[in-house]
């Protein structure tokens, strides 16, 4: 096993290396980048009053916009293009940008946001409680409403519980989650209906004046919608896979010698079902986890006004903020291949007879 860690841990750095690469030249290589969007908007302020200061970039700020004089020019003189390509680095060439990257990388240096006035790292510390909130509450939520659902469902397969539940099942699936978002809002946080829930943040305003038992109330009823969202919108498929499983070991021929010995069906069903029943969906765990973690949580940030990650790197995206667009790249592809590895240590220890060694020759 001690080998297999090894390997698994060197195969880390050409998987990162690789995403890196394919997405640095990619995403470098689109229109509308910082440079662009820089002459842009230095442009516009010419065009509508060239005495104003604007005060929306943190990277190039109005004092440094001073030096120069636009005044009266058609187009922006080549020094000051050259100008605001040093400043994002854009006079050198990609290649050297990308190696000058993963130079700072391995020191775990992100550098700064473009447009922030504050550094990737402090930004990812700054968003990050938020979507650790979202990502764990309702990772655990899931889990348990599906695992304890598709057991009941397995074992009752073909009765009306199984039916009906099915039912809703596929209903809850249907439903994306940023839609289903939406409706709570109308119903339930001031919409058309009642005003029950708040609709903004994850604490009220006065939050740190409050006793310890009011803070764990306002959080936890800040919660509410978004993990309502999350959870009906993420059960449905973890639901039918541990049915699935739990139904596909039940019908094996172990199972019948198992009830032939006189175990009672609790016995057979948690003490030899259940273990084997298991690993399909410790195997899953990862890519349901980072699903919920990063992929599902821009949508729900986003119409829920919650300052997390998804939206972080949904806004870094379009405003073109490559160094926290390629800092959280680097940090949420590391973690989730750390985690992937972590999910295959758990796969044995629910079941020793699986040796990875042997399976890799």
Known sequence: ????????????????????????????????????????????????????TSGSSGAFESSQRNNFDYRGAQGLPPEVVLEIKKLYGFDKPMHVRFFDMLTSYIRFDFGDSFFRNTSVIDLI????????????????????????????????????????SSFFVVIANAIPSFLLGIFLIVIFSGGSFFDWFPLR????????????????????WHLVLPLAAYTIGGF???????KNSFLDEINKQYVTTARAKGLSENQ???????????????????????SIFITGSLLIEVIFSLDGLGLLGFESVLSRDYPVVFGTLFIFTLFGLVIKLISDLVYVLVDPRIDFESSQG
Do not use: C
């Open 236 to 242: 449905a498929t973890l639901t039918m896979l541990t």
């Open 268 to 290: 057979v069903l948690y003490k030899h079902v259940f273990r084997n029943a298991m690993l399909i969906i410790i195997s899953s765990f990862p890519a349901a986890f980072l």
């Open 1 to 52: 096993m001690g080998s297999y860690i090894l390997r698994r841990l060197l195969l880390i750095i050409p998987t990162l290396l690789g995403i890196l690469i394919i997405n640095f030249f990619i995403i470098q290589s689109a229109p509308g980048g910082p440079v662009e969007q820089m002459i842009a908007s230095i442009q516009g302020e010419q065009a509508g009053d060239t005495n104003r």
């Open 125 to 164: 510390l700054e968003k990050m409680p938020v979507t650790i909130s979202l990502g764990l509450w309702s990772t655990l939520l899931i889990y348990l409403i599906s695992i304890p659902l598709g057991i009941a469902k397995a074992v009752s397969h073909g009765s009306r519980f199984d039916i009906y």
């Open 201 to 220: 943040g994850l604490t009220s305003p006065g939050f740190d004046e409050m006793t310890w038992f009011e803070k764990i109330k306002d959080y936890f």
